[in-house]
């Protein structure tokens, strides 16, 4: 009689149990290989250029992001490879900024990849999404209209007083390490400065670091912890189920709940100013005030539906955690370069001195002046985020599915995209010179190279409705503080010939902006 389909199937099946049992290493291995392959020689991507083992595997990028130079590296790939390098199995890396606009719209089509959100905290043991972490369109927008008032120039500079208390706060402060005569790490104190005014706008408040002159609840170096892992599991974010992301692993090592620090931290701040319940409810707050935490509670008690606690602790805690690593790494850029070429520094002091003869400079210098008296000063700080942005990864984002031409090629829908700033910013045709530091190529273009410079810079902050909801909070802080600190201070490297260390884990931290400071005029 001929065998039947079903005792063939079954032939077969046991077949394949008898392999396997028997060989079960080789199986193993012959099935990471087909994927090896399959990674690589997908159909549409296959084409695109880029480092030869990084379309097999995900582990390549995670090597790279590990070893802290991923922005050197992605400036280098493009370099070598041109507009489009395929840096993963499914990851596309561009350099043309006229995508810009495209990956980072106002209609969101391009969602955000798996690499956002991991960073969200736990509130009452859930993970909640900020407007940073949620790769929801629809959650984003609810949530960012509830918020984004509050982010806005005007009602920001509201708060210029509290930002000045900082500054105040931050000269006297220096006044007294510098007045010891030894080298002063200028560098922590930028970002003391910048979470004291993030407490401030937030708050009502200082956050105690400029008090202290420390890293207050360890708080810069947990939310480095939290960067740290993020840069890494971001790169095979299907892991985070088995790390951070899995409950056990946190009652198993407590320590590492670093997410929860800055929670933890923001309630702490927030007790300060208000009441909160056991049960979590904020039950009652000052309302009268101009930092977001008054704003938001104010619109809570007329109106809980509009504002919950949840929403108000999660936004607030996402201040904490995005506001002042960003803006230190800017504000240390523009002083390391500045030191490192004396004859800027000379430029940028003689138009502050100059314009403070002719009595146009308050004291602390304010916004209004610092942007329309201080041209050359402009410059520099834009020039400085130029070549050094605080973020230094892809800001990932889904292909939609009909799929994107993207210089000849068509990349489908699924695929990961994205611009590193650090790449953009260093485009030979649009920055001649990438690699210098020239704050006068900002005044020497024409108005239509100027709107395409500034556009370009402008992905320091991220893009369309993504874009980073907290870029007044820094601009006005930045714009303010430096030049008053070379209003008041001679800033000289300690180490002029010493290069500070830079290392790579989602924001391009520094170390090593060691200063000496020398009073130029009296308090
Ligand atoms: C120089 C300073 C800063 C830089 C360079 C910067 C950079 C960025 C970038 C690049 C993004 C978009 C990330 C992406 O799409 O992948 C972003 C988003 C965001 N930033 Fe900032 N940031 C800065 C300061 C701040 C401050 C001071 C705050 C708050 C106090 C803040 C809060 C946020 C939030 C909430 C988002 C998410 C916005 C959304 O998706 O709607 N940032 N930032």
């Given at each position: 009689m001929a065998p039947t389909a079903t005792s063939n199937g079954s032939h077969l099946l046991s077949h394949i149990q008898d392999v396997a049992l028997a060989y079960p290493l080789q199986l193993v291995a012959v099935f990471i290989l087909f994927r090896l392959l399959w990674n690589k020689f997908q159909p549409q991507l296959v084409s695109i250029p880029g480092p030869p083992l990084a379309a097999y595997t995900k582990l390549w990028r995670l090597y790279d992001v590990w070893k802290g130079q991923a922005h050197l590296t992605a400036v280098a790939l493009h370099r070598k490879y041109g507009p489009l390098v395929r840096i993963g199995p499914n990851h596309v890396s561009v350099a043309d900024p006229s995508y810009i606009p495209v990956f980072y719209n106002i209609k969101e089509n391009y969602t955000k990849s798996g690499f956002y959100p991991i960073q969200c905290v736990s509130w009452k043991k859930q993970p909640e999404m900020n407007l940073f972490s949620t790769r929801d369109p629809n959650y984003h927008r609810v949530e960012k209209r509830k918020v984004g008032a509050a982010y806005s120039l005007p009602n920001l500079l509201e708060s210029e007083e509290a930002i000045d208390s900082c500054i105040k706060l931050f000269m006297d402060r220096l006044d007294e390490v510098a007045g010891k005569g030894q080298p002063v790490d200028l560098g922590a104190w930028l970002q003391y400065f910048a979470f004291d005014v993030v407490g401030e706008v937030t708050?009502?408040?200082?956050?105690?670091f400029l008090e202290q002159g420390q890293d207050v609840d360890g708080m810069m170096k947990a939310i480095e912890g939290m960067l740290t892992y993020a840069a890494l599991c971001g790169q095979v974010p299907e892991w985070h189920k088995y790390l951070l992301g899995n409950p056990a692993f946190t009652w198993v090592m407590p320590a590492m709940e670093t997410w929860n620090q800055v929670l933890v931290f923001t309630l702490k701040a927030i007790n300060g100013r208000a009441s909160i319940k056991r049960?979590?409810?904020?039950?009652?707050?000052?309302?009268?005030?101009?930092d977001m935490l008054s704003r938001w509670a104010s619109v809570k008690s007329s109106d809980p539906l509009k504002m919950s606690t949840r929403d108000i602790i999660v936004h607030l805690s996402t201040n904490v955690f995005a506001g002042s690593d960003t803006t230190a790494i800017a504000l240390r850029a523009v002083v390391y370069y500045l030191c490192k070429n004396p004859h800027y520094m000379a430029k940028v002091v003689e138009e502050i001195d100059s314009a403070d003869k002719q009595g146009q400079l308050s004291t602390p210098i304010s916004y209004k002046e610092s942007t329309t008296l201080l041209p050359y000063f402009n410059a520099v700080l834009k020039e400085a985020m130029r070549i050094h942005p605080s973020v230094g990864l892809l800001m990932e984002r889904h292909v939609p599915p009909e799929g994107v031409e993207i210089q000849g090629h068509f990349i489908p829908g699924g695929t990961i995209v994205g611009i590193n700033p650090w790449v953009t910013n260093r485009d030979k045709s649009v920055f001649?010179?990438?690699?210098e530091f020239r704050p006068q190529r900002w005044l020497e273009v024409s108005p239509d190279r100027l709107k395409q410079m500034d556009n370009i810079l402008e992905l320091n902050f991220g893009?369309?409705?993504?874009?980073?909801?907290g870029r007044n909070i820094s601009m006005i802080e930045m714009q303010k503080v430096l030049p008053q600190l070379f209003r008041e201070y001679t800033v000289e490297l300690t180490h002029l010939d010493k290069e500070w260390h830079i290392v790579n884990h989602w924001f391009v931290q520094q170390e090593g902006v060691v200063c000496n400071l020398r009073r130029r005029r009296k308090n």
């Open positions: 708050f009502a408040s200082k956050l105690g049960d979590g409810e904020l039950i009652s707050a000052d309302t009268g005030g101009r001649p010179d990438p690699d893009g369309g409705s993504r874009k980073c909801i």
